[in-house]
Nanobody, 128 residues
Framework: QEQVAESGGGLVQPGGSLRLSCFSSGFTFGVYAMGWFRQAPGKAREWVGCISTLLYGIDTYYQDSVKGRFTISRDNAKNMLYLQMDSLKPEDTAMYYC???????????????????WGQGTQVTVSS
């Protein structure tokens, strides 16, 4: 059974850092692009960024508001996806989700409808 599970959320002060992890199982991780999304209370789910598959060369893409602060990486040997978040702001507060997209080309998608498997989410709260 295909599963995706996030971990690492918590409470952090503004300007702090947090690293989210996402473990995948039940599918061939290396042929899936992986994305991070977030959803704040009362708001729509939004794309944070994504990382392409190993098959076509690994590239990363980010939403403008997190560029230079967030870094996505993957360890294909361990079926792991990571989101390193630095210089966190209160507006980064949200439930964070990882998702897997079956890809047959380079790149990765920003639309949630393109993703096949989703985790349950991990809460990130940025507050003093």
């Amino acid at each position: 059974q295909e599963q995706v599970a996030e971990s690492g959320g918590g409470l952090v002060q503004p300007g702090g850092s947090l690293r989210l992890s996402c473990f995948s199982s039940g599918f061939t991780f290396g042929v899936y692009a992986m994305g991070w999304f977030r959803q704040a209370p009362g708001k729509a789910r939004e794309w944070v960024g994504c990382i392409s598959t190993l098959l076509y060369g690994i590239d990363t893409y980010y939403q403008d508001s997190v560029k230079g602060r967030f870094t996505i990486s993957r360890d294909n040997a361990k079926n792991m996806l990571y989101l390193q978040m630095d210089s966190l702001k209160p507006e980064d507060t949200a439930m964070y989700y990882c998702a897997a997209e079956r890809r047959f080309s380079s790149g990765c998608s920003s639309g949630p409808g393109r993703y096949n498997y989703w985790g349950q989410g991990t809460q990130v709260t940025v507050s003093s």
